[in-house]
Every structure is written in C-alpha cells, then in structure tokens.
C-alpha cells in the first residue's frame, strides 16, 4: 500500500511564497515521474509541474519563473517552491507519483493567495 502525504499549504499574501512537499511510504522500490496538479472552485484540476525520474521539469504557462518542482529519490518525496504568488494560484493542490505504472495521489492541500 503506498500512500501520499502532503505539507506545506495555507493563506499567503500575494507575492509571498510557500513550499509544498508531497513523502511517499509503503511498499516502494522506484517512483517514476512526480507532479502537482491543482483544482480551483469550478474548474478541472491541471498540470502545474511534473519531473522525470531523471530530473527533466516541465511546468504549465501560468507558473513558468515563479514556480520550481525538486525531488529528492531518498526519501520520494517532491517539493513545489512558489514564489510570486498570485490571487489566481489560489487552488487544492495534489501531489501525484507514478510507481510501476500506476498513479498515486495525495489527499490535496489548500493555498489561498489573497490579494
């Protein structure tokens, strides 16, 4: 059983920054790609940033400069740096990990941006 835990949510002023982190446990051997993805009210959850196994990033528009996905294999986990945070940010945030070819996901984590 592998589960995803998420950290690092809350309430930030715009232009402030957070720092997400997303830590696998259980039965895990090797974790392919990681990701976040975020939902905002009434929309569909989206891409924000993913990163391979070999470290190739790749980031949506709307965070390219402000945002940097890192990993660190020892302890699976990913981390989300925002920086210049924005009142549309605002979003429930999921980690996702790719493990043997199945998709994991966290249970999600607020941020709210106000302005």
């Known amino acids: 059983q592998v589960q995803l835990v998420e950290s690092g949510g809350g309430l930030v002023q715009a232009g402030g920054s957070l720092r997400l982190s997303c830590a696998a446990s259980?039965?895990?051997?090797?974790?392919?790609?990681m990701g976040w993805y975020r939902q905002a009210p009434g929309k569909q959850r989206g891409l924000v940033a993913s990163?391979?196994?070999?470290?190739?990033?790749n980031y949506a528009d709307s965070v390219k400069g402000r945002f940097t996905i890192s990993r660190d294999n020892a302890k699976n986990t990913v981390y989300l740096q925002m920086n210049s945070l924005k009142p549309e940010d605002t979003a429930v945030y999921y980690c996702?990990?790719?493990?043997?070819?199945?998709?994991?996901w966290g249970q999600g984590t607020q941020v709210t941006v106000s302005s």
């Open positions: 996702q990990f790719t493990i043997w070819g199945i998709d994991y």
């Open positions: 259980g039965s895990i051997f090797s974790i392919g790609a």
């Open positions: 990163i391979t196994s070999r470290g190739s990033t």
